[in-house]
Structures are given as C-alpha cells and as structure tokens.
C-alpha cells in the first residue's frame, strides 16, 4: 500500500491550459505539503495543510491554488499554466507540524509545451 | 531566515571509496532539527535521518555516519566504501520547531559512484 501517492505521475499540457494534480496519503498524518523541484533539482515549499487549514503559503503565484478537502487529501489546481511551470511536484506528509519527518510521494512532473 | 548550503554540487567518487556530504546550516533560533534525505535516479525522496539541536552526538547507521557541530553549524553525512546503489542526489534540510514544519532544503549534491 501506497503511503502518499499522487496522480498523474506525468503531465504534458500547453500553455494555458488548467490542470490539477491529485494527492492522498493513508498515514494518518495531519499534516500535508506541496514541494516544487525544478530542472536544477531545488526543492522549494509551496503550500502546507494542518487538519485542512492552510498553515504555510509561499511566495507563488495565486494561479497556484490548493484545496484540501479532508487531512487525507491534499489536492494542488494550476490555472494558465505557463512554461516555467514545468517542474516535478511532490506531495508530502508528515504527523504534526514542527520538526517532523517527511514521507514523500513519488512525484509528478508536469511539462508544460 | 534560515539557509542551509551544501557546496558541492557534484562528487563522483569510486566504488568502496569513502565520501563526506558537507551540509552547514545558519538559524538564529536555539531549537531546530536537520535531516538528510536521499533522492535516487528514480527519483522518489527518502529520509535517511533526523537530529535536534539538543542532540549532538554522531550516529552511525551500517556504512552511513553523521557528524553535528553546533560550533561550526554543520551536518556532515559520511558513506563508507561506498556503492554503485550509492548514487543520488542527497539533500540536507533545517526545521526550525516554530515554523510550522517548513523545511528548508539545501541545493543538494549529487553523487556519483563509479563501479
């Protein structure tokens, strides 16, 4: 059993289109974050969900937009997708906030033409 | 802000050779945790292990060893007679126990082992 997975695992998309990117964890964690890695592998935050409620909103664009529908689920919405959008992203988890470890999912690199 | 600077970007090494990540981490604040995670080619991430700043004893796990000076603010993570299965990109990342779980992640080093 998968303990974060995302979906697609893949996504090659135009410019401007609108596309979503899936994630849920069966770990139990309350805790859910969204990493950006890029083509020179920097793995940056973008968003993070405790029980639900946004705790951690980096500087992204607001074309970027999470939703987290329950502690299990944490879903990421791109509008007008744009070519520096290409990027692998990573679903996370992790129990609480704080020092906690990170459980990964295996990514979705999203390409954008 | 915290920062956390793994200067080499790329090492290649020789099997059964031994290899030293360096990882030094700045932070005003007086309790965080460091981590290193491990990124193989396949490119899933993995956690291979944890500290506080509280703790600065060395561990040591198989061929795998950390080292943790406050007094330089590194995280040092070395791999013994290294092996082919070795090769990945390794990220060292800083925690500060008040913000919320953000972890920041250093550039990462990629190394390479050859047979």
């Known amino acids: 059993d998968t303990a974060v997975s995302q979906t697609p695992k893949y996504l090659v998309t135009q410019m401007g289109n609108d596309k979503s990117i899936k994630c849920e964890q069966n770990?139990?964690?309350?805790?859910m974050y969204w990493y950006k890695q890029d083509s020179k592998k920097f793995l940056k935050i973008m968003f993070s969900?405790?029980?639900?409620?946004?705790?951690i909103n980096e500087t992204v664009p607001n074309r970027f937009s999470p939703k987290s529908p329950d502690k299990a689920h944490l879903n990421l919405h791109i509008n007008s997708l744009e070519l520096g959008d290409s990027a692998v992203y990573f679903c996370?988890?992790?129990?609480?906030?704080?020092?906690?470890?990170?459980?990964f999912g295996a990514g979705s690199r999203l390409t954008v033409l | 802000a915290q920062k956390v600077t793994q200067a080499q970007t790329e090492i290649s090494v020789v099997e059964k050779e031994d290899v030293t990540l360096d990882c030094v981490y700045e932070?005003?604040?007086?309790?965080?945790?460091l981590f290193w995670y491990k990124q193989p080619p396949s490119g899933e991430l993995v956690f291979l292990i944890r500290?506080?700043?509280?703790?600065?004893q060395n561990e040591i796990s198989g061929r795998y060893s950390w080292n943790f000076q406050k007094s330089t603010s590194s995280f040092n993570f070395t791999i013994t007679a290294s092996q082919v299965v070795d090769s990945a990109v390794y990220f060292c990342?800083?925690?500060?126990?008040?913000?919320?779980?953000?972890?920041?992640f250093g550039d990462g080093t990629t190394l390479t082992v050859k047979p």
């Open positions: 969900y405790n029980n639900k409620e946004l705790i």
């Open positions: 932070t005003r604040d007086t309790t965080y945790y």
């Open positions: 996370a988890s992790s129990p609480l906030t704080g020092a906690n470890v990170l459980t």
């Open positions: 770990l139990g964690h309350d805790t």
């Open positions: 990342a800083l925690t500060l126990n008040t913000n919320a779980g953000k972890s920041t």
């Open positions: 500290r506080n700043s509280f703790d600065e």
